[in-house]
């Protein structure tokens, strides 16, 4: 199942419960408390559905090898006006090939302001301030006006921090609590920013697969079980994202979504032992709820995931959708358009 010490998001979050946890859970708590249980009542009914498309879609996109179909009444394509992002989370696997990927739309012209956050910053990165502006953050121990500083002045957000999940790490109460404090809270808190200061357009978030499966009735898969195991890491995902959409989704904003659900990450600097000849043939990508296994044999390289990142920002199609990406050795097509 894990493929060369898996991440499943990005920045690794080795901190302290007692350093800002409190002022975390009184913000994230109050913010969620209202829509969340109707939320939930609703997610039956709407993952249903979901379920009912599942074989045909996954079945047409394995075996044509092309994109899995999103939802219907889709925009038609077309360009945003997206000209400035925040990266949280930079300096993380996914978090640093989004910034590579965003620097190029830079140079092409189409990005005027690229702006990376993250807790520490390496010597890669400080070579680079002259094309990115860098903000030390801590999305659970930076404090509300050094959040709401970070978010000042972009047009849109992706988050890409999250707790780094591996068989190694100690399986204890602290590392539980991380994951809520760092996946959970802590995005939470960065989503709250957003809001409030107005301006933010766009707001994407790298979650990952199956983090819905307890509604659909695969609770007891064994993917889920394993990284459950590892700090509930998807369940805390989850209630991030249903943070982000029930705030995007209130009447006092007018910010719009994207989260991306990746499989297995792989390759990039964080993955020293990442081989091109172990990647996938092809890759899949379906609206929410479309793919259940995450394996080695379905890895996604972090680069591509960060290239749907920024192609997310660019397209007016992937405004509120949940997108889910996974490599798979029955496909031998690459995805070109991502919001089909």
């Known amino acids: 199942f894990f493929h060369h010490k898996l991440n499943f998001t990005t920045d690794s979050a080795n901190v302290s419960r007692k350093d800002g946890a409190h002022a975390v859970m009184a913000l994230s708590l109050t913010a969620r408390a209202s829509g969340a249980n109707t939320t939930r009542a609703n997610a039956a009914t709407v993952n249903r559905r979901s379920a009912i498309l599942t074989t045909t879609t996954v079945l047409t996109a394995t075996l044509k090898a092309k994109p899995a179909r999103g939802r219907a009444k889709l925009p038609p394509p077309?360009?945003?006006?997206?000209?400035?992002?925040?990266?949280?989370?930079?300096?993380?696997g996914v978090g640093r090939e989004v910034v590579r990927c965003v620097l190029d739309s830079k140079e092409k012209g189409q990005m005027k302001l690229v702006r990376a956050a993250a807790r520490n910053f390496d010597d890669d990165y400080k070579a680079m301030q002259g094309n990115v502006q860098l903000v030390p953050l801590d999305v659970v121990t930076s404090t509300d006006d050094e959040i709401a500083k970070a978010v000042d002045g972009v047009d849109a957000v992706v988050c890409a921090v999250g707790v780094h999940v591996t068989t190694s790490t100690k399986m204890s109460r602290t590392r539980m609590d991380t994951a809520h404090l760092v996946d959970n809270l802590?995005?939470?808190?960065?989503?709250?920013?957003?809001?409030?200061?107005?301006?933010?357009?766009?707001?994407?978030?790298?979650?990952?697969?199956?983090?819905?499966?307890?509604?659909?009735?695969?609770?007891?898969?064994?993917?889920?079980?394993?990284?459950?195991?590892?700090?509930?890491?998807?369940?805390?995902?989850?209630?991030?994202?249903?943070?982000?959409?029930?705030?995007?989704?209130?009447?006092?904003?007018?910010?719009?979504?994207?989260?991306?659900?990746?499989?297995?990450?792989?390759?990039?600097?964080?993955?020293?032992?990442?081989?091109?000849?172990?990647?996938?043939?092809?890759?899949?990508?379906?609206?929410?709820?479309?793919?259940?296994?995450?394996?080695?044999?379905?890895?996604?390289?972090?680069?591509?995931?960060?290239?749907?990142?920024?192609?997310?920002?660019?397209?007016?199609?992937?405004?509120?959708?949940?997108?889910?990406?996974?490599?798979?050795?029955?496909?031998?097509?690459?995805?070109?358009?991502?919001?089909?």
């Not at 077309?78 to 993380?92: E, N, P, R, Y």
């Not at 964080?270 to 259940?292: I, K, M, Q, W, Y």
Request: glycine letters at 8%; proline letters at 2%.
């Open 78 to 92: 077309g360009k945003t006006d997206v000209k400035s992002v925040l990266i949280v989370g930079a300096t993380g």
């Open 186 to 340: 802590g995005v939470s808190r960065l989503v709250d920013a957003a809001i409030v200061n107005g301006n933010v357009k766009h707001f994407v978030l790298v979650s990952a697969l199956l983090t819905n499966a307890p509604a659909l009735g695969r609770e007891n898969n064994r993917s889920y079980v394993t990284l459950e195991l590892l700090g509930n890491v998807l369940s805390e995902k989850h209630e991030a994202e249903e943070h982000l959409r029930n705030a995007c989704e209130g009447s006092q904003t007018t910010m719009q979504y994207t989260i991306i659900r990746p499989g297995a990450l792989a390759g990039g600097v964080s993955d020293a032992l990442f081989r091109d000849d172990a990647a996938p043939l092809g890759e899949l990508v379906g609206p929410a709820d479309t793919f259940f296994e995450i394996s080695a044999s379905a890895s996604v390289r972090r680069s591509r995931v960060a290239e749907l990142c920024v192609a997310s920002l660019a397209d007016v199609r992937a405004r509120n959708r949940t997108v889910e990406f996974t490599g798979s050795r029955m496909a031998d097509a690459t995805i070109t358009d991502w919001f089909v």
